[in-house]
């Protein structure tokens, strides 16, 4: 059984988790629109995976006997200058994400609860992951500069992303 302050944080982490859902279908969106089809599919199979971790803690709140209690979702952004501030706010977002599944983990071992501390021993890897991905889009984007020929060598590559990470 999960204790009241943990179900919390928990379901916190789902609104986060489906927040992140939604800001990087944002992103797709916006990247389509300038027609960098590749990369907008490498955000939306993003967005995917961020949909896929709230439905991992839902799950597992549910398997605790816990409650889920959804929350509003703030709007995401739509204008973004270029790709690479579209990935600095990618980046911004996943270390967000990171310091919130910490503080989780942190909560875990204060309450002694041993279940919550292994099931989000995932989501520690699976964020340095994530963190590790947008810092290297972000450092391919620094080295491409305006030239146009790398953004669309990048288009391609992240173009190829399958479901289960990065290209």
């Known amino acids: ?7 919390e944080a928990l379901n916190n982490q789902i609104n986060a988790e489906l927040q992140s859902f939604y800001d990087y279908l944002s992103m797709a969106s ?27 803690i839902y ?23 270029d ?3 579209v990935f600095t706010a990618a980046l911004n977002q996943e270390e967000a994400i990171t310091r919130k599944i910490n503080e989780i983990v942190d ?20 964020q340095v992951e994530e963190v590790a991905s947008a810092h290297a889009i972000i450092q391919k984007l620094k080295l491409i500069g305006e030239a146009p020929g790398g953004l669309f060598l990048l ?3 992240l173009g190829k992303r399958g479901p289960e990470g990065d290209a």
Not at 1 to 7: A, F, T
């Open 59 to 81: 799950e597992f709140v549910h398997e605790r006997n816990g409650r889920i209690v959804l929350q509003s979702l703030g709007k995401p952004g739509t204008d973004y200058q």
């Open 107 to 126: 909560l875990a071992i204060q309450e002694a609860d041993h279940a919550t501390h292994t099931f989000m021993q995932w989501f520690v890897s699976e």
């Open 30 to 56: 916006y990247l389509q629109s300038i027609d960098l089809s590749g990369i907008s599919h490498w955000m939306h199979m993003q967005a995917q995976e961020e949909l896929g971790h709230a439905m991992k």
């Open 1 to 7: 059984m999960l204790s009241e302050k943990m179900e």
């Open 155 to 157: 288009d391609q590559e």
């Open 83 to 85: 790709v690479m501030a």
